[in-house]
């Protein structure tokens, strides 16, 4: 069973107590740093571990090196994450032994896969600690256990059911403006190329009320933004009505209650599966301005063929009909996708299925992928019909053509005034600021020209404009410019 209340809390007791042989003086507090790989649920997995972690008594470190306990926090999606990983780990070994008390736990996607596992275990016996994806209630447990044994071992928690469920934890929130809430775990859905459910285990739906009491805790903490996530979230509660609980909520309810919230500004949510997204859910999004005026929907592969191979369970027309109810039900709305290419027995014409639905859609934003066969997944053993070279070519035209139409579909906003929600400054440049309109383009924008008469810049002696707006403000921006991947603009007033 998964981690309860009161477990958590016994053995949060003891390591505070030094049971574990951790000191956590108050002079001299320990400190971590979590290093997180893949998406927004690991984000949020990171969020609570670092919540668990302040509560307990530690504080964060800005760096591995200045760490007494690291944390990975792993993504197995396609391979290259795998890589990346493999690599930072590598590169601890000196820093582990160097002093007895440091820690490294490796949590996420890749410790509850069996062929990691082993792996992690055999190359990497300096590792502390192993915990499944989003059991963030036995992290408390790991660092006891893993600090109280004589001799040093992996505790390996990954045998504890993936089916967490989570009651509410601590959580520490990277953004100030953005609350993450995961409103279930898991994925039933068996993509034949996708690892994520053998990873996550079995969709779980978390009590609808512990979610609403998170989120208006985050507003009532300043959060001007939710996002709601889950692998599905169009299922939420498919799991407890199978289970018998007939009135358990739908998603659609969840996202009428929260848009409801009088001080919310935008409420977003990931990843909707089209075979689910279901007419109530769309008239929720035609009905509430809070709610984002953009949608996650995945198409993978645009051929009937390789979607029933993929095991989607939706055909290209049925998404079509999808694109256009969300469109008359919210005008405007952007959609964003996935897109996969060279799935095994990918032909031509398939890919050619792929380009045609994206030139009847006009995605306005695109992730795409060259196929990466997980061990484990049905796929991993099925032939490839094209070469690794038609292969890429066929992901550059993909390419081409995606950003041929998000350019395009960024250059209708050129000219208008929109409100962008603040994430802060730009990474590259400290005069931009950067945020997120309601339909989620990335928009970088500076302020007006602020030079007084005598030549002097005003913006950069941070004068009162400058300094006001910062991640969470809510302004309005008129933009000048259009890229493939974001918006340029001047700011215009506060919104
Ligand atoms: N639950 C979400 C997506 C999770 S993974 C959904 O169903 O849409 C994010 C994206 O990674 C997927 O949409 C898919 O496009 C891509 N992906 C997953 N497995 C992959 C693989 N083996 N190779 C290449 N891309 C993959
Ligand atoms: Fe993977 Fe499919 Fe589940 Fe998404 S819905 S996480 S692609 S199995
Ligand atoms: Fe990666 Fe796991 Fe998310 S495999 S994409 S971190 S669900």
Known sequence: MATNKKDIEFYIDAIRSGADGFQLTEKQPLSYFIRTFGCQQNDNDSEIAAGLLEFIGLKAAPCIE???????NTCSVRENADRRFY???GNLKTWRSEEKHRRIGVMGCMPGLDTHNTMLKESFPFIDFLLNAGDMGNLPRALYESGSQKKHSIVDLTDQAKETGNPSLPV??????????SIMSGCNNFCSYCIVPYARGRETSRDPLLILAEARAAVDNGAKEIMLLGQNVNSYGNDKRRQGESDFPSFAWLMEEIAKFPDLSILRYMTSHPKDLSDELIEVIGKYETIESHVHLPLQSGSNRLLKQMNRRYTSEHYLELVDKLRSARPGISISTDIIVGF???TEEDFEDTLRIMETVKFDRAFTFIYSPRSGTPAAGWEQSASDAEIQERFERLLDLQNKHSLESNERCVG???YVLVSGLSKNDDKIFSGRSKDDRLVNFSLPDMTDSAGQDLTSRGEPLSSTISDGSEVFVRITKAKTHSLEGVFTGLA
Do not use: Q, T, Y
């Open 66 to 72: 200045d760490a007494d306990i690291v944390i990975f």
């Open 416 to 418: 208008e005034n929109i």
């Open 344 to 346: 095994p027995g990918e």
């Open 87 to 89: 690599g930072n780990l």
């Open 172 to 181: 520490k929130r990277e953004s100030k403006h953005r609350a993450l809430i």
